[in-house]
């Protein structure tokens, strides 16, 4: 219909929407609608939405003639313009000055106990002031920490320090991997195996999102992740996971990761850490693309390892399964043949399910199914899949089990892209807090910390708040990461003021989690987001969302997964990380300030003729940062935007109708 009437920009959304690559041919519906049209500009548009969404396209001769044209599209949709767009709204808004840990604590408001945990003396602190310093300034290029702190400083403390820290200079460069390769360039060559793993880590990470006509991350990473340590080779796999997540339809490239990744899970004698990281970095890179070679790889290490059941670890097998088949129980409700695909999605994931059910002894079995399950549908809404994942939640726990966990998480997952859903699923979450015992509760945190991820709703940061004192410190933790999650990025004032009392409370692994908090809360110093959907919700980018479920299912087993053993799993969460900016350029990309009316999304009212989307908007110039929730208006009518939705990058073009006064 949308192609019928020419408003071919929001053709695309629904083509991004059904993503139907795998049966009805590479980029089918994208083609066509770059193909109604020989507007460059409006192609720029194009492009930049699809950059947004995260899909790896590749623009070819049908799509644009000229050659130059076709070169620029690609530099476009490889987001090199996203870091200095970034900039751009940092700079007009005052904030490109790097901030310190300290600055985040506002220690000198509370006083007593945390007064000086971002000293160099103690490692667990050190490494929350990490984190912390990272996540404020990621993507700024600069720092008052890591690149003022000496070598010797770095290599004294211990080995997850060291890692995380060298990798923390990938996020402080995020999105401009020619800036960070240089920076982490020195550590490559570094006798500490920990460095070099953490080097690994930072480059993939300063590369994701960000393709270059070099390619310079796998070639380093590919040529050192083949170290004899296994810390070096998991920071190698995790490194590449990162780099090219939801890089799936590069042949080449996907021919390489997979014989690289493929050695790695047929070799018997790979240490169990090292298989798990290679499937989530596969489900990472792949994801939503169905592979099934790759699911029988990772099936069939599920089987050879499914007694280990005492490492913590074992239950991300099951995500990194899961994210190949994400959110493909969609097509049911969009796809104009959706009989024929949902039949051959369903399909997919049943034979799956089936395998993996045949393979396996509970209760790893029964984790699986719902973990596969979950991750199939998320972003729905399907009631009836939610109903089922309750239940499961009231079934007895199976000995030796931890499946409700992922029950819980399903419930959110599925629930989260809908507005009316997520309401309903949080009163849901209300009962099974009530009534649901441990391994319920703990996992319920996290399920509200999806729902409302980088939208701090007052009865949800309620309920956190009471739950960050709960007696079961599991609980207490998962409460403290979610207050940090919900307040992603909005320097949410009540949310600070409550991790501030907490930080002079806790103590260990309770103030770890809340420094972690407190640096979330202020990410990007508040121009970033984590929440996977954009295009007025329209849209669920797949790589975002499977960056937060990855660090979610990890943070259920919270105090060996991430206090203890692999804190920089954190570092995935780059992957859903967005400036949360409009930022209006002109037709030769030149950023161009305009006024706009930003407020509160609504249904449209108003008058015939004159429809209101918006209500209790004030007007700014552009650009502006948009909080959760909002939706912005064109305020003047000198210009014509080529998208229906006005956020992240739009072009404008003069309105020929308009004359001036």
Known sequence: MYMKFRDLASALRIALLVDDHKYCGQNVKIKMV????????????????????????????????????????????????????????????????????????????????????????????????????????????????????????????????????????????LWDPDLGFAELDKYLHSNDTNVVAGTLLGIGIASYGVKKE???????????????????????????????????KDEFLNFQLKSHFSITLSNSQTPFEELVFSSISLGLVFVGSCNE?????????????????????????????????LGKQAYAFFLFISLILTTLYQEMVDATAAKVSETLEEP???????????????????????????????????????????????IALIAMAEGLGAEMAVRSLEHLLQYGDCSIRRAVPLALGMLCVSNPKAVVVDTLSRLSHDADGAVSMAAIISLGLIGAGTNNARI???????SSQQYGGYLYCVRIAQGLLHLGKGLLTLDPCHSDRLLLSPVALAGLVTVLHACLAMQPIIVEKYPYMLYILALAMQPRMLLTVDEDLKPLHVPVRVGQAVDVVGQTGSPRTITGFQTYNTPVVLAAGEQAELATEKYIPLTPVLEGFVILRKNPEHHED
């Open 34 to 173: 770059f193909e109604e049209t020989k507007d460059f500009s409006l192609k720029q548009q194009f492009a930049f939405m699809i950059a947004r969404y995260g899909l790896s396209v590749e623009i070819d001769d049908e799509m644009v003639a000229d050659e130059n044209e076709k070169n620029a599209l690609q530099e476009v949709v490889c987001n090199t313009k996203l870091g200095e767009g970034y900039h751009i709204l940092a700079r007009d808004i005052g904030v490109m000055e790097p901030k310190s840990p300290e600055d985040i604590y506002k220690v000198h408001l509370i006083g007593g106990r945390g007064a000086k945990s971002s000293s160099l003396d103690s490692a667990r602190p050190n490494l929350a002031a990490i984190f912390v310093n990272a996540f404020v300034n990621a993507g700024y290029c600069q720092d008052k920490l890591m690149t003022a702190l000496p070598d010797s400083l770095l290599f004294k403390n211990n080995e997850l320090w060291k890692a995380s820290a060298v990798a923390s200079l990938g996020m402080i460069h």
């Open 214 to 248: 070099y390619d310079h991350a796998h070639a380093l990473i590919s040529e050192y992740s083949t170290g004899a340590t296994s810390i070096t080779r998991i920071g190698g796999i995790l490194g590449l996971g990162i780099a090219y997540a939801g890089s799936r």
């Open 293 to 325: 070679e790759i699911a029988e790889s990772i099936i069939s290490v599920l089987k050879n390892h499914s007694k280990e059941l005492t490492e913590p670890i074992i239950h991300l097998l099951p995500v990194a399964l899961g994210l190949l088949y």
């Open 364 to 410: 790893l079995k029964k984790y699986c199914g719902l973990t596969l399950t979950s991750l199939a549908y998320a972003g729905t809404g399907n009631v009836l899949k939610v109903q089922e994942l309750l239940r499961s939640c009231s079934n007895k726990l199976v000995k030796g089990g931890s499946d409700q966990g992922p029950a819980v998480l399903g």
């Open 496 to 502: 600070a003021g409550l991790l501030r009392k907490l």
